[in-house]
T-cell receptor
């Protein structure tokens, strides 16, 4: 079956612009995570969605970052007024609900802020 | 909060030799532990996971890891390295009280020497 997909695969933007990154989780997976992978910070948790519950936003680095998940499926991560330090690979993962369930990762979106 | 330590960002191993990647964790609760592999320009792929069953866990591609509570370790091994094992490897611990989000180590870039 289809895995986690993300779009675009690459995004180059100018400082100060807004960007939207999209994640399509595996069908039937109720949990969805966003992580950021950067040279300086490694892999960091950003935000978590589970079903219709309020998202866990505790990993978002600033209020320029936001995310939503529509209909319990597709998720969009939005970065407003991008800064050069936002340059990173943004990874999305999904899993079934149980604590021990494996998180399956998408290929990521490489964001470059000029 | 959970955390993971991986020492040695770059690891060189000869083809056919033992692969050993070390992972030590810190967790206030019984941990769930994971090893992921990342090939160039791809997302993370699960190698294996420990979820409080057998302490010796076998994964894909001939890898295995042993959970040692007394040493707070979860080292990854493969008896004989293959050229296709060249990739980056991440150890991670999940936080069951924190929505199961993963905390990753800094990763080991494995180079296989012919």
């Amino acid at each position: 079956g289809a895995g986690v997909s993300q779009s675009p695969s690459n995004k180059v933007t100018e400082k100060g612009k807004d960007v939207e990154l999209r994640c399509d989780p595996i069908s039937g997976h109720t949990a969805l995570y966003w992580y950021r992978q950067s040279l300086g910070q490694g892999l960091e948790f950003l935000i978590y969605f589970q079903g219709n519950s309020a998202p866990d936003k505790s990993g978002l680095p600033s209020d320029r970052f936001s995310a939503e998940r529509t209909g319990g499926s597709v998720s969009t991560l939005t970065i407003q007024r991008t800064q050069q330090e936002d340059s990173a690979v943004y990874l999305c993962a999904s899993s079934l609900a149980a604590v021990t369930d494996t998180q399956y990762f998408g290929p990521g979106t490489r964001l470059t802020v000029l | 909060a959970q955390s993971v330590t991986q020492l040695g960002s770059h690891v060189s191993v000869s083809e056919g030799a033992l692969v050993l990647l070390r992972c030590n964790y810190s967790s206030s609760v019984p941990p769930y532990l994971f090893w992921y592999v990342q090939y160039p320009n791809q997302g993370l792929q699960l190698l294996l996971k420990y979820t409080s069953a057998a302490t010796l866990v076998k994964g894909i591609n001939g890898f295995e890891a042993e959970f040692k509570k007394s040493e707070t370790s979860f080292h990854l091994t493969k008896p004989s390295a293959h050229m296709s094992d060249a990739a980056e490897y991440f150890c991670a611990v999940s936080d069951p009280a924190g929505n199961n989000r993963l905390a990753f180590g800094k990763g080991n870039q494995v180079v296989v020497i012919p």
